[in-house]
């Protein structure tokens, strides 16, 4: 008999504001001013979610942005207002300012770690003294744990990118979930995938 368990804690991520991709996205998204767009969500830090910050305390995360970051002008924008290109009135009506975020559904759900126990069973049985016969059966993932957000499963772990839709940390439900669950992929030893039974017979002679 041989056993194998692997129990993983949940990946963090970095929570940040819907990147548009358009031009002026430093007066948008760049909330340090150092020219870089995609900075983390002011008031948390790398890696944030899953650590310091979960799935209950994410709509209060969201709600401070958008009371206190959301409608007013980047570091970038500053720099227009102070030199009376702008006011920021007229960036906020061209949306060159931090942009809002939704709320997360209720029932969002939040990352996931690795479960998976795997088990092999065989038995020797020998013929005479040089022909063995060894049936076997291994399973994997024994309990048919459901598992989620694996970096290498095919749906990939929730974004940290806040737009709202299927597949974020703000927009994916109990409903949606299975878009980042693990599925059985190629191949038998696809970790963390639904149950997979396997028979074996080795013959030494």
Do not use: C
């Not at 008031?43 to 007013?72: D, E, M, P």
């Not at 020797?124 to 993932?141: A, T």
């Not at 970096?151 to 980042?180: D, K």
């Amino acid at each position: 008999m041989g056993f194998v368990g692997h129990f993983y804690s949940a990946l963090p991520s970095t929570l940040f504001s819907n990147l548009s991709g358009d031009p002026g996205e430093i007066f948008r998204s760049d909330f340090t001013g150092d020219g870089s767009v995609g900075d983390p969500l002011p008031g948390t830090r790398l890696g944030s979610f899953g650590r310091s910050i979960n799935v209950g305390g994410l709509n209060g995360v969201i709600g401070s942005y958008n009371s206190n970051v959301a409608g007013q002008a980047t570091p970038a924008g500053q720099v227009l207002i102070q030199n009376n290109l702008f006011s920021l009135a007229q960036l906020q009506a061209i949306g060159g300012v931090a942009q809002p975020i939704a709320l997360a559904p209720s029932d969002q759900v939040g990352l996931y770690g690795l479960r998976a126990f795997d088990a092999r069973f065989s038995w020797v049985h020998k013929f005479h003294e040089r022909i063995s016969v060894e049936p076997s059966v291994s399973l994997f993932n024994m309990f048919n744990f459901a598992n989620f957000d694996l970096p290498t499963s095919s749906g990939g772990i929730l974004s940290g990118t806040l737009n709202g839709a299927q597949g974020s940390l703000n927009g994916t439900n109990y409903a949606g979930q299975n878009s980042v669950r693990v599925g059985a992929g190629t191949g038998t030893f696809a970790l963390g995938s639904p149950r997979v039974i396997e028979w074996g017979l080795k013959v030494t002679f």
